[in-house]
């Protein structure tokens, strides 16, 4: 099929990351596997950032799931796992760089809180990844791992004024700035969310019509040119009315995630496509993932008899000893492997794992709050797009 091209124009101004000039949206990352070739791809076909998600990303290469399969030693089976995320992370990149053919920028999402952190930014820097965004955490040492890649654009993912501030200043003293960063609001946002506990979540400290201004004038605080440092809000701006909202307050573009997650290109299981479309906003709760965030995901049958159980789980948790149920080790904190009892109890990658594959009983389903633009419908990356940058929507049936 031929690759169509892409949309010309914006009512916003472009977006300025490097030495490219882009559509100022950018599809968010989501894993695992959600975001992987396909989407990033497509976004970036469109010449706006598309985003593939580094975690767990074998779960699309049949051979290295056979190469992965339960090994007797723990060990071997951690090893051979790390491998073939690094070689399903290397093919992800230079798939997705193909589909866009130069247009865009083909980014990574690296979570801050995986074991594998510093060696998906490493292997998404060889592999050709244009710019690394890293949330779930503070990505303080990034400047550093980047070093020998100085024209891979670095965006970290904060949440407020607080936080940047932070950056800003650690970073500087190692001599570079970020290329943009990411604003994403806990209180819309899908997967894990910027706050430290779930009471947080809502607090207005995160509101982006404080933290944007708050920002602004921290750059210039720190004798920075806020143009020179795109804001990119983040969280609940599947809506082209919110889009224009935020660059009323300063934003250079928005984030969106969930909308893209069920487009055609979107590289989950159909099923995937149709529970997220189906929820509706009381079916989508917040609970203490077990990587010590806490997470907003659908309302599903495993979710809701885990957190049937959670308070019962999180009590027992201290009496207990328990090794990772993959040997793998995902993430450098674990509730359930750690036997944290303020985190949560159970393996997310088991639960991420089934939803990907469409299995509606056994997965866990990631999702924004906010209302998706299309309603019930399934369309292409291309007409998100537009409907974002213009509010014209295609004709539905």
């Known amino acids: ?133 890293v949330g779930a955490g503070l990505p303080l040492d990034l400047p550093d791992l980047t070093t020998d890649f100085p024209r891979v654009a670095l965006l970290p993912i904060l949440s407020d004024e607080r936080g940047v501030r932070l950056i800003l200043k650690k970073w500087m003293r190692k001599g570079r700035l970020p290329d943009a960063i990411v604003i994403e609001h806990p209180a819309y946002a899908g997967g894990h969310l910027g706050a430290a506990r779930k009471e947080d979540v809502g607090d207005h400290r995160f509101d982006f019509e404080t933290v944007i201004p708050g920002v602004l004038q921290a750059f210039k605080d720190l004798g920075l040119e806020s143009e020179k440092i795109p804001l990119i809000p983040a969280g609940g701006l599947g809506l082209h009315d919110k889009v224009a909202r935020m660059f009323g307050l300063g934003a250079a573009a928005v984030q969106v995630g969930t909308a893209f997650a069920v487009t055609e290109e979107g590289d989950a299981h159909p099923e995937f496509k149709k529970v997220l479309i189906g929820a509706a906003r009381e079916k989508i709760v917040e609970f203490m993932s077990c990587a010590g965030l806490p997470a907003r995901a659908v309302l599903t049958p495993w979710l809701e008899k885990y957190l049937s159980r959670e308070s019962h789980l999180m009590k027992a948790a201290e009496q207990r000893s328990h090794q990772c149920t993959l040997a793998w080790d995902c993430l450098v904190s674990c509730g359930l492997r750690d036997a944290n009892p303020k985190h949560g109890q159970f393996c997310i990658d088991n639960q991420l794992l089934a939803a990907v594959r469409g299995d509606v009983d056994k997965g866990l389903f990631f999702r924004g709050k906010s209302a998706l633009p299309f309603g019930s419908a399934i369309r292409h990356v291309r007409e998100l797009i537009q409907y974002l940058l213009t509010g014209e929507k295609p004709q539905l049936a």
Do not use: W
């Open 1 to 133: 099929m031929p690759v169509l091209p892409p949309i010309l124009s914006s009512p916003f101004p472009a977006l300025k990351i490097k030495d490219k000039s882009l559509l100022p949206i950018v599809q968010g990352g989501m894993g695992v596997g959600i975001s992987a070739h396909r989407l990033a791809g497509a976004v970036a076909a469109e010449n706006a950032v598309g985003t593939v998600a580094s975690i767990d990303l074998r779960c699309h290469h049949p051979d290295l799931m056979e190469m992965t399969r339960r090994l007797k030693n723990r060990e071997a089976n951690k090893a051979a796992i790390c491998k073939a995320n690094n070689i399903a992370l290397d093919r992800e990149i230079r798939q997705a760089r193909q589909i866009a053919q130069g247009r865009g920028l083909v980014a990574v999402n690296v979570m801050r809180a995986i074991s594998q952190y510093q060696e998906h930014v490493r292997q998404s820097c060889e592999s050709g990844a244009e710019a690394i965004v």
